[in-house]
């Protein structure tokens, strides 16, 4: 209780000193918010499970409690139940034990304090422990199909059934395979109700609009994309809807030309027919998962968001082939079990573009693995094909890509509806982010086993490095890819755009998902599209429109899949592992074996290892491999920087072809048995070094620059002439240059970071 001053807490090996009342708020790294609505730039964000400090307190005294028959218990019968939790601490023949949901109260009621539910979460600066046990102790996150990491369109306008078809079909013929259709809210009578309904809130379908709904669903299934519908459930059911006599009749109401029967989340009787007289039947023709777009308030007893959360995500799951999924809001602490989130409607600036890299990977502090943001913006602002292709890469880079715009003529969003250089880098965004499909779903799957986030601040794997909390704007893909969007616009000077990218010294604190014996991670990175080698620490990054900064640790291992094949790219100078997983993408996830009745899924291991002379590739098998994995399963292993002669030997595998394309060994291979193996080997050192800033880069950014053409030759050659030692003092005393591009020039030439 709050009487009791002497609650004390003491960890010499994490220097925790923590006695009750000791407020940590400033050294948290915070968590996420319920909504982006109408953000320009950045927001507050609330209080994370991780703290420089090394610990943060939780007081979930106030937190309605889910039962385990989904009735909620809400904040005033919980003081209660606590009130009396001394008394009896069992619940009592026949009632259910409760499950806490947690809205970050403060446990005082009319002025009084009342016992207390806290909780304490001291891991000094392992934070990937801390979220991995708070995961294990609030449910650990369910894993997505796989339809979800694919592209989403959405758009609020009223489209018509054949605009509809017609979107999808641009998609399919520009090679981009649309995965999602969201179907904004003029699916239903928004208009001419007949009674007075503001039609925010419907469930019948609009036959101007779509004459045939069935029809409609089946050719976008036909097209292998899933459907989901817009709900706005806070106005209730109106008389004009289809099933309203029907609703009227089993909730003991008299039907009435104009009634209303209001929303009522906290009674089980309407919950039970709001899903079985309107969502139900809509699921029967084919509507794959529902748009959960609560707006309205945090209710008095329970917040109706985590009423709607939980119980539309157990609805949904109540067919045992296919995994539940929602797209909704964030409803607090243990908001993980009913993913995924959609952040709200962001105005369209450049401010809020930054904002989204960091808010995305913080709410890993709360466990919060999946944030689907309006790429592109939302509304107002000021929109350009620069800002637009930059959002979409950021989006290509994030596990979740949706894009989407409020009712406005002038806000575009599909790539052929721009000029010709934004709709091509836009398309190319769009199909890596398809490429991607492989990482990002064997990440989901570590997030719902291991409890790993699929996106994690830097800080994570650098927790005693001051700059890893310094670099908001990238983040972690696994443990060995770093992203860093480019998110401001170009300079007019030199057109580029940059970013400052932080990359970090090898930790004892990393490999959080391979054994303790794996060896040390390695201090050379590698960027992704280029090749360019990095040491760790500060690099400023300079890039045109086509550039994605991708940072991968020597070793690392990327999967993507291109044209239905496995292609994995592999970097030199160190040795890693992936953990690939594989499965049918929709059936419900258990854990059995298949030969014990279970699912079928299967685990690739992949392993690089690394010395001067030579580089490995070995994959194990686990798992059940038939109906999800070929057999003489055909790899493309394309091995980054690695000289042209390199021999290559293999075990248990065919080697089908080998091309050197660029600086990179292209393998296609055949697996023919696991465990297998692929090595090149070259004497005098296998790996080329891409080291520095090169005479052809430093050509490239001076023939971008906003200068006269003689004065890009004259610093050119002056530059070329100048020994390796004095370049730096011959950029520092080029008189004919900007300073903004001797500076730019500084970064580059002296990898002085920023």
Not at 23 to 51: H, M, Y
Request: net charge negative; hydrophobic share 35%; proline share 5%.
């Amino acid at each position: 209780t709050k009487e009791n001053k002497n609650i004390t807490i003491t960890s010499n090996k994490l220097d925790i000193k923590w006695k009750y009342g000791d407020d940590e708020s400033a050294a948290n790294l915070k968590g996420t918010t319920r909504t982006l609505d109408e953000v320009n730039g950045s927001c507050p964000l609330s209080k994370g499970l991780i703290s420089r400090s090394g610990y943060s307190v939780v007081d979930d005294s106030l937190a309605p409690i889910i039962n385990e028959n989904g009735t909620f218990t809400p904040a005033s019968q919980v003081i209660s139940l606590l009130q009396h939790s001394s008394r009896s601490n069992s619940p009592k023949k026949g009632q259910s034990s409760p499950k806490r949901t947690s809205n970050n109260n403060s446990a005082k009621v009319d002025g009084k304090n009342i016992e207390l539910d806290i909780y304490f979460f001291g891991y000094g600066h392992n934070y990937n422990e801390c979220i991995s046990d708070f995961l294990r102790m609030s449910a650990q996150p369910p894993m997505l199909p796989r339809f979800a990491y694919g592209i989403w369109w959405s758009r609020y306008w009223a489209y018509t059934q054949d605009e509809m078809l017609s979107i999808a079909d641009d998609f399919l013929s520009h090679n981009i395979p649309l995965k999602v259709f969201v179907v904004d809210m003029d699916w239903h009578i928004v208009k001419n109700t007949g009674n007075d309904s503001s039609g925010w809130t419907g469930y019948t379908f609009n036959h101007e609009l779509i004459p045939d709904p069935v029809g409609l669903i089946q050719q976008l299934h036909d097209r292998g994309i899933k459907v989901t519908f817009n709900l706005h459930p806070a106005d209730g059911v109106w008389s004009h809807e289809t099933m309203y006599n029907e609703f009227a009749k089993r909730m003991g109401v008299e039907p009435d030309p104009k009634g209303h029967i209001k929303f009522d989340c906290e009674d089980p009787k309407f919950m039970k027919h709001y899903f079985e007289l309107l969502h139900h039947p809509l699921e029967k023709i084919g509507v794959d998962f529902w748009w959960i777009d609560w707006q309205q308030g945090f209710g008095e007893q329970v917040d109706p968001l985590i009423v709607l959360n939980h119980d539309h995500f157990m609805d949904s799951g109540r067919n045992k082939d296919k995994r539940p999924f929602i797209l909704s809001r964030w409803c607090g602490l243990g908001g993980q079990r009913y993913p995924i989130g959609f952040s709200g409607d962001t105005e369209i600036e450049w401010e809020s573009l930054q904002f989204q890299p960091y808010f995305t990977a913080t709410a890993s502090n709360v466990g919060f693995g999946f944030w689907s943001h309006d790429i592109g913006g939302h509304m107002k602002g000021h929109e350009n094909g620069e800002l637009y292709v930059r959002w979409l890469q950021y989006g290509a880079l994030s596990p979740i890509l949706r894009m989407h715009s409020t009712s406005n003529p002038f806000l575009l969003r599909l790539p052929w509806q721009y000029d010709r250089e934004t709709e091509y880098q836009a398309i190319r965004a769009l199909q890596f982010h398809d490429e991607l499909t492989p990482l990002f779903y064997s990440l989901g799957y570590i997030y719902h086993r291991m409890g790993i986030m699929p996106v994690r601040p830097t800080y994570y794997i650098a927790p005693e490095d001051e700059s890893a909390y310094n670099c908001p704007t990238q983040y972690l893909l696994g443990d060995d890819i770093i992203v860093s969007p480019i998110v401001t616009p170009k300079n007019t000077l030199t057109n580029v755009a940059k970013t400052a990218v932080f990359l970090p010294q090898p930790t004892s604190i990393e490999d959080v998902t391979n054994s303790n014996s794996a060896p040390m991670k390695s201090d050379t990175w590698f960027d992704f599209q280029t090749g360019r080698q990095y040491s760790s620490g500060w690099h400023m990054v300079h890039g045109e429109l086509e550039s994605i900064p991708i940072f991968v640790r020597g070793g690392g291992i990327v999967p993507t899949e291109v044209k239905k094949r496995l292609v994995c790219h592999v970097f030199p100078k160190g040795s890693s592992s992936f953990l690939l997983y594989e499965d049918d993408g929709i059936s419900s996830i258990d854990e059995k074996k298949n030969e014990e009745g279970g699912r079928s899924f299967h685990i690739t291991h992949i392993a690089s290892s690394f010395e001067k002379d030579a580089l490995a590739v070995t994959f194990t098998s686990e798992g059940v491999r038939k109906g999800i994995v070929e057999d003489n399963r055909e790899v493309l292993l394309i091995i980054r920087n690695v000289r042209k002669s390199a021999q290559v030997t293999s075990e248990n595998v065919e080697i089908v072809s080998k091309k050197q394309h660029g600086d990179d060994c292209e393998l296609t291979i055949k697996i023919k048995k696991y465990p297998c193996r692929v090595e090149l080997r070259k004497l005098d050192g296998i790996c080329i070094e891409k080291v520095g800033f090169t005479y052809q880069m430093l050509f490239n950014y001076l023939r971008r620059c906003n200068l006269n053409t003689h004065v890009k030759f004259v610093v050119y050659e002056a530059l070329k002439a100048a020994p390796e030692n004095e370049k730096v003092q011959a950029v520092m005393n080029a008189n004919l240059l900007d300073e903004q591009i001797r500076i730019d020039l500084l970064s580059e030439i002296g990898d002085f970071g920023y």
